[in-house]
């Protein structure tokens, strides 16, 4: 059953104008803010390659890497749940695909698709045990970090002896790897790589999703009330899992695109993606109570990390400060947000 947002009033949404209106959606502090952190980087670090090709390639492929987390971890969140095992299972993804490929000497295309199925399992049993055991998610998901950061790294010193498992020397140009680790195009010394298209693709997807079809009003219903959702024939349990398996897919998309890049797995890696996915988010304009947030935001707020974590160091700044910057603009997203969900319930 379709759960609609009630519409603003005709006469009223023209009293109010459509600038008004724009300041009501959740994008609109991500694309305020994207506009400041890109002009403040251009002027502060665009004589020292921030907008060369170099630069403007190196930061849209962090944004990229992190977006494709943002989007996913953005559905979620907007039902009401958060996933910390997200940057574990990056680790655990990429380990995945490497021993299957390394050490049990399968094909690389089977070795991918049985990664996407490994993490899967694991994301519709992360939303399970939240169904079942009733507690909150931030724990659930939480333990799961916890068991699959440490499950990798003692299985795989135990199988290899090392944390680090190279592919072999062939895997690494394999044609199955193309549509992860392909160059899309050159611009000068600038090399823009496929999960810019992975990101275009997924937040596409992620939009869609949420403001074309009947499982995006039943995101946002699950959001804004659970119990208000289930009276009306709103399947909340079954929209939990997917969104969780969503989340736990992305991350093994993640991890296929940085293994073969790389040409090896480490059972570090993906560590504190998890809170980069969250505060991608909450910076696109996402509500950490659920019920309102926006996949388009989500990418914004992707390209202002990915921009932020790039211009520090073109700027000249120590990029110590990284971290530091991130808990500011987190702390101005949430302030922001609220501020936009009051002027759009107003409008309602």
């Not at 009501?24 to 002009?39: D, K, T, W």
């Not at 009306?232 to 998309?253: Q, W, Y």
């Not at 388009?296 to 110590?320: E, H, K, Q, R």
Request: charged share 10%; proline share 4%.
């Amino acid at each position: 059953m379709t759960v609609a947002t009630p519409a603003a009033p005709p006469s009223r949404l023209r009293a109010e104008g459509p600038v008004r209106r724009l300041a009501s959606r959740p994008e609109f502090g991500a694309l305020l803010g994207a506009v400041v952190i890109f002009a403040i980087f251009s002027i502060l670090g665009g004589g020292h390659g921030f907008l060369s090709p170099s630069g403007v390639a190196g930061y849209l492929e962090i944004a990229a890497q992190i977006g494709i987390l943002g989007a996913a971890v953005t559905l979620l969140m907007i039902a009401g749940e958060f996933d910390l095992s997200v940057g574990a299972m990056i680790g655990a993804s990429g380990m995945f695909l490497s021993m299957l490929i390394a050490v049990a000497g399968l094909p690389v295309f089977l070795a991918i698709p049985l990664t996407f199925v490994f993490a899967i399992v694991i994301g519709a049993l992360n939303g399970w045990l939240v169904i079942r055991t009733g507690l909150p998610s931030f724990i659930v998901t939480l333990a799961t970090q916890l068991i699959l950061r440490g499950g990798t790294i003692a299985l795989t010193r135990a199988i290899t002896s090392q944390t680090i498992v190279s592919l072999p020397d062939n895997a690494k140009t394999d044609p199955a790897f193309v549509p992860f680790a392909a160059t899309l195009f050159k611009i000068g010394t600038g090399t823009f790589r496929v999960e810019l298209l992975w990101w275009v693709i997924v937040v596409a997807i992620a939009a869609w999703v949420l403001l074309r079809t009947k499982f995006g009003n039943w995101i946002f219903a699950v959001g804004g009330s659970a119990q208000a959702a289930r009276y009306v024939g709103v399947p909340v349990h079954r929209v939990k899992i997917v969104l969780f398996m969503a989340t736990a897919a992305s991350a093994a998309l993640y991890a296929c695109i940085t293994v073969p890049s790389v040409g090896s797995a480490n059972v570090l890696n993906g560590t504190n993606k998890e809170f980069e996915a969250i505060i991608t988010a909450v910076v696109g304009g996402t509500l950490l109570t659920g019920g309102y947030g926006s996949a388009v935001g989500s990418a914004l707020g992707a390209f202002i990390l990915g921009a932020t974590n790039l211009g520090i160091f073109y700027a000249g700044i120590n990029t110590d400060w990284y971290n530091a910057v991130l808990g500011a603009l987190l702390l101005v997203a949430v302030l922001v947000n609220t501020i936009v969900l009051r002027r759009a319930s107003g409008a309602r």
